[in-house]
């Protein structure tokens, strides 16, 4: 098959980033030698690809072109041959038949790459904050956004993971069945969190990822596929709820890329087979004492069962995220469940409960905070409120089409040629 003339160099970064560092990885044994090489064949394929052609196989082009980078720098090293002795024998490189990757028949590293980054002498946090880093490809700055922690603080949680997982000798390979569950919750949340990042990216680029979403899906589907019958409560919900999320991809946006937020969809775009499959596993996922994933599936379930916006059962969301709240403390859960109140109750006492969120602080920089506050205040006529409210949440977006979508809504309440009103940008 003919390469794709159109392909570029940030095409192959998007959708092949983490397979590469991850084959990377198991090649090598070193996180920072993977990514940095894997940068370095980027850059190599940005003058290369210009003058002579995409190749026919671009990913196992920059595999190749990385790990002979790769090589050269080890073999400056004195102690080149005794340092790859030293890796193989501590089992942090499994030895094997390499793969010929001029036909792309890459092994999938990726799981691998995802239980080694989640394992349980890591830090939590260090755990999901590493897997998106080397597996989703995201930068430093939009893991801390995801996070809610400034930039330099994730940057070091990254660097100290690294290195416990090479003085620790961590092993680069899928745990035992009975090692699974202790890895299990942290191996969700980064999925999960790649997910987000492709469906609403932290910052510019295309409005949906579409490689991020699909590939958290498959990983969540070969998660599921690992585990006993009775371990897999919790990966049956976040499968359902990730189906469930990207079948409304393509109602999401207008034809001009713009947001179109739920309650304005055309559901007759959305994958309803895809809804069709998830349905069933939300049921399978709230059998028993369902953990927060089911809980979020049987939400995102209301809506996509509504057959139009005003047949949503937000009395049913609302005792969801009862008891989302109770299993998963947090603002965010607090503020989704504020708004949904909101929808069942009335914009007032939805900006009664978020008033009281606003003081404690934790979400004011929180764009989405903002943008809910203002949300309420239009529904309720206070034009001028919800422009500054409006105004703050675009201080802090970073998303294109979430800027784009705030500032339509500030148009529509701003004060057009009133003097001392809100700008609207």
Request: proline share 6%; with cysteine.
């Amino acid at each position: 098959m003919l390469p794709n003339p159109n392909i570029t160099v940030a095409d192959v970064y998007r959708a092949d980033w983490g397979r590469i560092v991850a084959t990377l990885i198991r090649l090598f044994g070193d996180f920072d030698l993977a990514e940095e090489v894997a940068q370095e064949a980027f850059a190599a394929a940005v003058d290369q690809w210009r003058s002579d052609g995409v190749p026919e196989f671009p990913r196992a082009w920059i595999i190749q072109t990385a790990k002979h980078k790769a090589i050269d720098r080890l073999r400056r090293q004195t102690r080149f041959q005794e340092k790859l002795t030293e890796r193989v024998e501590s089992g942090l490189i499994p030895t094997f038949e390499e793969p010929n990757y001029d036909t792309e028949e890459i092994p999938d590293d990726r799981l691998r790459l995802i239980f080694t980054c989640c394992h349980p002498a890591l830090a939590l946090e260090a755990q999901v904050a590493l897997t998106l880093r080397t597996l989703g490809g995201l930068e430093t700055d939009e893991i801390a956004r995801a996070f809610l922690v400034p930039t330099p603080t994730m940057a070091q949680r990254i660097v100290r993971a690294k290195r416990k997982i090479r003085d620790a000798r961590i092993p680069y390979q899928v745990p035992d069945t009975n090692d699974m569950p202790e890895r299990l919750d942290a191996v969700l949340t980064a999925i999960y969190l790649i997910f987000n990042e492709g469906y609403a990216p932290t910052r510019g680029g295309p409005p949906v990822r579409a490689d991020l979403c699909n590939e958290a899906i498959r990983l969540g589907r070969l998660v599921r596929m690992l585990l006993e019958p009775q371990q897999n409560q919790e990966v049956t919900g976040l499968l359902a709820l990730m189906l469930l999320h990207d079948s409304r991809r393509d109602a999401r946006l207008d034809e001009a890329g713009d947001l179109v937020v739920l309650e304005e969809q055309d559901r007759s775009r959305w994958n309803h087979r895809q809804i069709e499959e998830a349905l069933p596993l939300v049921d399978e996922a709230l059998r028993v004492e369902p953990g927060p994933f089911a809980i979020e599936a049987a939400i995102a379930a209301e809506h996509c069962k509504a057959p139009q916006a005003k047949d949503t059962n937000w009395p049913r969301i609302v005792r969801l995220y009862d008891q989302l709240e109770q299993l998963l403390p947090s603002p965010v859960v607090s503020l989704n469940r504020t708004v949904a109140v909101a929808m069942a109750e009335g914009p007032e006492k939805g900006l009664e409960l978020l008033e009281s969120l606003t003081a404690s602080g934790q979400l004011e920089d929180y764009h989405l905070l903002h943008a809910a506050r203002a949300d309420l205040l239009r529904r309720l006529g206070s034009k001028t409120e919800a422009a500054k409210s409006y105004e703050r949440a675009l201080e802090l977006a970073t998303n294109d089409s979430e800027r784009r979508f705030l500032e339509r809504r500030l148009n529509e309440v701003a004060s057009v040629g009133t003097a001392g009103g809100p700008s609207a940008h």
